[in-house]
Structure formats: structure tokens, C-alpha cells
């Protein structure tokens, strides 16, 4: 079949219905618009935002049994008691528990699960479970990325065989996908604040069940949202910089790193600084090294560059394929796994996060595969990567290695800032199905949420200069 999109497919199939009326006619405008449709002119992917699709380029209808509601607008009024700048208050938390997920019915639910949830109910049976609620379509985004969203579907493409882009700022890049790699640069853009600020805690919970805590400042500067930057090309292959500073571990305490986020990271691997206490030198990072597989230092070992936020790293080492929409159970409106009243230590426990605190519900998620290509060599031989339709957050990956086992797999919860309102990763695990271990970094439920906008944060207050005074403070 010629069409793409099924969006596409769906709108001009009724114009192809209304004006063939011979056979002749059939073959003949059956092909031109064949062949529009191809090229993207038979008519504007805007149109079909905010119409047929939502303004973010989700399905806005219900599945055909009511479990996933319609989109309605998201949730964009923060409850009446909210205190701006103080923990979320949980505006579902009245919602009752609607089934619960084990290893003994697994299999009434397998179609709906990633490899990585089945892997953990399969290892932990009886102790991981998976707590499902209703589905809530909270999700929403400021006007001004609706906007660019518009702008976007009809200007944005590929370039350098997908590794970059062109035409697209200030919103997903393209909101009516074609490919996996368009479905990835929509993850790389999604709105997470302009002005990013937070205390953030994590750390690696290993086999015997100790845990290393991680405690960093972070803050991040977008380009990409920047209402300064009026056309692509003034970005210069910047989407984003990022700064972070320790203060725990001991070994840590005082290091810090500046990274530029660039585009096509071929062109120009992410550039970055760090700084160690014990040398008391900024030193220039290795490229390569942290746009590929370079081990993470607060990890132990267990993250690499290229799986911070699930994915973040460069697309060439990898052929990319579409494998398509599907219904999953995912973590979302993570209220409770992030409320500073819950406390770390109750969320965080061996061998995995306490099931009680998270909520899953069911989502339509793109689903992509990438496969290594035969000239590069990787930790990870395939990865599959799942992204929630309304936002376009990677909110789970598999993992494997070159012998097809997967040894590694990523959770992501999703939480709306419904002051902004503004859905944000706010924070993911990788667990380890090898060394039983697993990393949680980003997590806020210790100093509470992050701020999306922070007017104290210029785009001057990054690089090796602003990392040496940062480090001095």
C-alpha cells in the first residue's frame, strides 16, 4: 500500500471515494494522490493537528473499549490547595486500584507488557507485581509548543540519514511521524522546561543490598525552547546544555560536569568538561565517548552515555525500524513515587522500587527497534524503545546483547507539572538482569519537583568557565 501514515491514509481515503466515479478515473487519480500522499503534498500535516490528532499528534479517541479514554484536553489546573514551587498534590489519589499484575496471570497481559516488566515479574514472582489503575489522559503543553508543533509537521526533516534535523524548534519536531527516527527526534524534543533546575537524588542498589546514594544539583538550559531562537539554524547544533554538580557520594562530593546536547552528534560528538576534587582541573571530555558507551562515573558502571533518559545519544550506530503503535501498561501520573511525605527509602528497596508506590496505567505507546549495524560494536546489539503517544517520552527500553539476551532494561515515570502544564520524565530506572542491581537517577521524592522555568538560569552559566566558578561555590 502507498500511504505512510495512517492519519494520511484515513483523510484522503474518503476524498478518494467522493470523486472516482469510473474505472479510467480510478487508475488515474488513484495514482496521483498515491503519489501526493507519498510526498507529503497532498496536503499539510498541520491540519491534522488539533483535528484529527491531538494538538501533540496522539490519537484523541478512546480505544474501542473505553480502557483508554479520550483525550480531552489533559489536565492543566492545578488543584485548588497547590502551592507553586512545593510537592505536586496527587490529583488521582482517590482512584481505586483496578487489577494488579503478577507472574501467576502474566499471561492474560503478556501482549500489553514490555520484555522488561515480564522479566522482573518472571524473576522476582510473587514479590514484583505491577498495580494497575485507571487510565488518565493527564497530559498536556503550553500553547506555544502546540504552536510549533503546527509549524514543525509541515517544515522539519531528516538530514545525514536521520543522525540531525531541519526546520523544526520550539516543539516536536515531527509530531506525524513516518519513521523511527523521526519518533526518536520527537523524543529528543519534547518539552521538559525551558529554564530545568532540580536537587535530584538516585544511586545503584546492588545484589546484596547495599546502595550507594547519588546527590546531585542539576540544571539544564534549552536552546531548542528558547523564544530567543527564531529558526532552526540559529541553534548551531545545540538542542541543549546541562550541568551538574555531586555532593554525594563522599568520593564524588564537589565533582561536576557542563555538556552541550548537541543535534546531529556525528557532525559534532556532544562536547562536555568535567571536573575532579582530587586534580582540581577541568578537564575536556571525550567526545565519542560520551555521545556512544562510555560508563557512567555515579553509576558504577551500570549506565552509559547513550542511555541517559532512556536514549540520548547518537542514532548511527544503530538501523532503525517502526514496529508501530500498541496499547502498554506504563507508569504514569507518578504522584506517589515522587511525594517527599512517602520518603526514599520506602520507595527505594532491594532488588527493585516498591510496587506500592507506582502507578501503572494503560497507554497507546510508538514502538521502534534498533539493531546494531555490523561495523560498530555496543553493550547493547538491540534495543527497543517505547514512547507514550501524548508526550512522546521514551517510557521503557529493552535492552540485549549480541547473544539476544536481554541483560539490561529502562522503566520511565511520567508526571504532569500541571502549573506549566507540562508532562517531564521525572525520573527512570535501569536494572541490571545479570548482576541483579538496578540504578535510579533523577529521582525527586527526597527535595521535591523540579522547576521547569527558573529565571536564575542563563545560557552563560554553562561551559568550562561557569563549571569552574559552579564548582568554587
Known amino acids: 500500500m502507498c500511504w505512510h501514515n495512517r492519519a494520511r491514509y484515513d483523510t484522503v481515503l474518503q476524498t478518494l471515494r467522493d470523486i472516482m466515479t ?36 496522539a490519537d484523541p479517541n478512546p480505544s474501542a473499549d473505553g480502557t483508554i479514554p479520550a483525550w480531552t484536553g489533559g489536565f492543566t ?33 503478556a501482549n500489553k507488557l514490555s520484555a522488561t516488566q515480564q522479566a522482573l515479574l518472571a524473576k522476582y514472582p510473587g514479590k514484583y507485581v505491577m498495580n494497575v489503575y485507571p487510565t488518565r489522559r493527564s497530559c498536556a503543553a503550553p500553547e506555544h509548543v502546540y504552536a510549533a508543533n503546527k509549524r514543525n509537521a509541515d517544515q522539519a526533516s531528516l538530514v545525514d540519514g536521520g543522525n540531525g534535523f531541519t526546520g523544526a524548534l520550539g516543539g516536536i519536531a515531527f509530531p506525524v511521524p513516518e519513521n523511527a527516527d523521526e519518533v526518536l527526534w520527537n523524543h529528543k524534543t519534547h518539552y521538559h522546561g525551558r529554564r530545568f533546575s532540580a536537587k535530584i537524588t538516585g544511586g545503584t ?32 547544533n545545540r538542542l541543549f546544555v546541562w550541568m551538574g554538580i555531586w555532593s554525594a557520594p563522599p568520593r564524588m562530593n564537589g565533582s561536576g560536569f557542563s555538556m552541550t546536547n548537541t543535534i546531529n552528534q556525528v557532525v559534532e560528538p556532544r562536547p562536555g568538561f568535567m571536573f575532579r576534587p582530587d586534580t582540581r582541573k577541568i578537564a575536556r571530555a571525550v567526545p565519542n565517548a560520551t555521545t556512544y558507551e562510555a560508563p557512567m562515573m555515579s553509576a558504577g558502571g551500570l549506565r552509559i552515555a547513550d542511555d541517559m533518559m532512556l536514549f540520548s545519544g547518537s542514532q548511527d550506530r544503530y538501523e ?113 538482569f545479570e548482576l541483579d542491581r538496578y540504578n535510579i537517577d533523577h529521582l525527586k521524592i527526597e527535595f521535591g519537583p523540579a522547576n521547569l522555568d527558573n529565571p536564575t538560569i542563563d545560557r552563560r552559566d554553562f561551559g568550562s568557565a561557569a563549571l569552574k566558578r559552579a564548582v568554587a561555590r
Open 22 to 57: 469510473n474505472l479510467a478515473i480510478k487508475k488515474t487519480l488513484a495514482a496521483a494522490l498515491c503519489a501526493a500522499l507519498v510526498s507529503g503534498s497532498a496536503f499539510a500535516d498541520s491540519a491534522l493537528l488539533g483535528t484529527k490528532l491531538t494538538p501533540m499528534g
Open 77 to 109: 489546573t492545578p488543584p485548588a490547595d497547590y502551592v507553586p514551587g512545593q510537592p505536586h498534590i496527587d490529583p488521582f489519589a482517590d482512584d481505586a486500584r483496578v487489577f494488579t499484575i503478577s507472574q501467576d496471570n502474566v499471561s492474560e497481559y
Open 205 to 236: 542498589m546492588y545484589e546484596n543490598g547495599s546502595f550507594t546514594r547519588v546527590i546531585r544539583e542539576d540544571k539544564r538550559y534549552s536552546y531548542y525552547y528558547d523564544p530567543q531562537t527564531t529558526s532552526s539554524e540559529e541553534l548551531d
Open 320 to 432: 532503525w525500524s517502526l514496529i508501530g503503535k500498541k496499547p502498554f501498561y506504563i507508569p504514569y501520573n507518578a504522584y506517589s513515587a515522587s511525594d517527599p511525605a512517602m520518603g526514599f527509602d520506602k520507595l527505594v528497596q532491594p532488588k527493585f522500587l516498591n510496587p506500592e508506590l507506582i502507578r501503572y496505567e494503560l497507554h497507546r505507546v510508538w514502538v521502534i527497534e534498533g539493531k546494531l549495524k555490523p561495523e560498530f560494536s555496543h553493550r547493547y546489539q538491540r534495543r527497543v524503545i517505547y514512547f507514550d503517544e501524548d508526550t512522546w517520552i521514551a517510557v521503557g527500553t529493552d535492552l540485549y546483547d549480541s547473544a539476544g539476551a536481554l541483560t539490561h532494561g529502562q522503566i520511565a515515570f511520567v508526571k504532569n507539572y500541571y502549573e506549566h502544564p507540562a508532562c517531564i520524565q521525572d525520573f527512570d530506572v535501569l536494572y541490571d
